[in-house]
C-alpha cells in the first residue's frame, strides 16, 4: 500500500473512530482475516476498545501485516475445534481478558458453540458480540436462545459491494489456476452450489467469460432468482454434478458430502469462497484416492478410473491473491466499530441485532467523502 493510500485509511478509520467512540471503553478480541490493508483497521479497533488479542483467519494470514500487529497486540491461533469447545474457549478468554467487559468480533460463528459457556462461566463479562459473514449470522440464529446482543453485520446494504467483488475475486483466482494447467474457462460447464450474493456474482461473471452457468440452491426463491437472470437450475443435484466441468461451492455450509465427490466427472475441477472445513467434507472420501501435486495450488484426487481436482486445499480459492475487494472493504469494517459502540451502551437484551439505517447512512456519507474522488 502506498504512503499516501495509508495516511488515507488512517485518516478515514480516526474519523469513524472517533464518530462511534463509546462512553465507557469495552476489552475486545477480534477475529478477522489478517491481509495486507487490515493493520489499519487493527488500529481502529485498538482506538474504541482494549484490544486484548487478535485471531487470525489461518488461511488468510499476510506476513507483514502480521509482523506490524503483532508489534502492538498478540495474535493468537484460531481454530474452529479449540474455540467450540467450551472449556478451550473459557481458558482462552481468562487468559486474555479475566475479569473484563469484552466484545467479541467474529468472522464466521467461531464462539457459536461456546457462546453460553463464555457468558455463564467466564470472570468478567461478555457484553456482546459482532458478526461479519453470512455462515456466522446463521450459526447465531439457528440458536434457540442467545445468551448475550449479536450485532449481525452479514446482511448489511453497506456489505453488498463487497459480497460482489468478492464473487469476481473467487472467478479470478480459479481462472488464474486453470490457466496456470494450460486450462481455460471459456467453453467449460459450471455448477455453482449457492445462489446467494456471493454465488450470484459468481454466476453473473462466469456466463460473461463464455461459461455456461447451471446453479442449484436449496432455497426455491433463489432458484426462480437464478432463472430469471437467465441461468439454468439443476433439477438433479446429482446429474448436474456428474456433468459440470468446474464446481463453485458458494453456501458457506456443507456442499459437498464425501459421496458426492465420486458424481464428479473425470477432470472437474472444484473450488470454494470459504474454508474447505465448512464447504467441503473431504474426510468422508471413499477409501482408494490418492491426492497428487497438480501445479500450484491444485490437488489431483484419484482411484480407480476417476479423478478430480480441488483448489487451494478447498479453502477460499481468492485468498491466494489477495481477496482484495478495494476500499468497499473499510465500509463494512466501519460498520463493525458501530456495532462495538452498541455493545458498548450495554442496554440491549440478548438477541441478534443490527446496525441502524442512521449509523449506515453516516458511515456511507464519511466513506464517500475519502473515497469518491
Not at 263 to 284: F, I, P, Q
Not at 305 to 323: I, P, S, T
Amino acid at each position: 500500500m502506498e504512503t499516501s493510500e495509508r495516511a488515507r485509511l488512517d485518516t478515514y478509520f480516526g474519523k469513524i473512530a472517533k464518530t462511534f467512540a463509546p462512553s465507557e471503553r469495552p476489552s475486545s478480541i477480534l477475529v478477522t482475516h489478517l491481509l495486507a490493508e487490515r493493520p489499519a483497521f487493527v488500529r481502529a479497533v485498538r482506538s474504541m476498545s482494549d484490544l486484548r488479542a487478535v485471531l487470525p483467519k489461518p488461511k488468510s494470514v499476510d506476513t507483514a501485516a502480521r509482523r506490524e500487529v503483532e508489534q502492538t497486540t498478540p495474535c493468537d491461533e484460531l481454530s474452529r475445534e479449540a474455540f467450540a469447545d467450551p472449556d478451550s474457549a473459557l481458558s482462552y478468554l481468562e487468559m486474555r481478558a479475566a475479569g473484563e467487559d469484552v466484545v467479541l468480533l467474529d468472522v464466521g460463528g467461531y464462539f457459536a458453540a461456546s457462546l453460553d459457556a463464555l457468558c455463564e462461566r467466564f470472570s468478567g463479562r461478555v457484553i456482546g458480540l459482532v458478526e461479519d459473514t453470512e455462515n456466522g449470522h446463521k450459526r447465531y440464529a439457528e440458536r434457540d436462545k442467545l445468551p448475550c446482543p449479536v450485532v449481525s453485520v452479514a446482511r448489511s446494504p453497506l456489505k453488498a459491494p463487497e459480497d460482489f467483488l468478492v464473487g469476481q475475486s473467487v472467478v479470478f483466482s480459479a481462472e488464474a489456476l486453470l490457466r496456470g494447467r494450460g486450462d481455460i474457462l471459456h467453453g467449460r460447464s459450471a455448477l455453482v452450489i449457492g445462489f446467494g450474493k456471493l454465488g450470484s456474482s459468481i454466476a453473473r461473471l462466469l456466463h460473461a467469460k463464455g461459461v455456461h452457468v447451471t446453479v442449484h440452491d436449496i432455497d426455491p426463491v433463489r432458484r426462480t432468482q437464478a432463472l430469471s437472470q437467465g441461468f439454468g437450475v439443476a433439477r438433479d443435484r446429482d446429474r448436474a454434478l456428474s456433468r459440470a466441468g468446474l464446481v463453485l461451492c458458494a453456501t458457506g455450509a456443507l456442499s459437498l458430502r464425501g459421496e458426492d465427490f465420486s458424481l464428479l466427472r473425470n477432470g472437474a475441477y472444484v473450488a470454494t469462497v470459504t474454508s474447505s472445513e465448512d464447504e467441503l467434507e473431504l474426510d468422508g472420501l471413499r477409501d482408494g484416492y490418492i491426492r497428487n501435486g497438480s501445479g500450484d495450488h491444485v490437488t489431483r484426487y484419484s482411484t480407480t478410473g476417476h479423478y478430480f481436482y480441488l483448489l487451494n486445499d478447498g479453502n477460499a480459492v481468492n485468498f491466494l491473491h489477495g481477496a482484495s475487494v478495494g476500499p468497499f472493504i473499510f465500509l463494512v469494517q466501519a460498520e463493525i466499530l458501530a456495532g462495538v459502540r452498541m455493545l458498548a451502551r450495554r442496554d440491549l437484551s440478548p438477541g441478534m441485532y443490527e446496525v441502524s439505517t442512521e449509523d449506515r447512512a453516516t458511515i456511507a456519507g464519511i466513506w464517500l467523502d475519502y473515497y469518491n474522488r
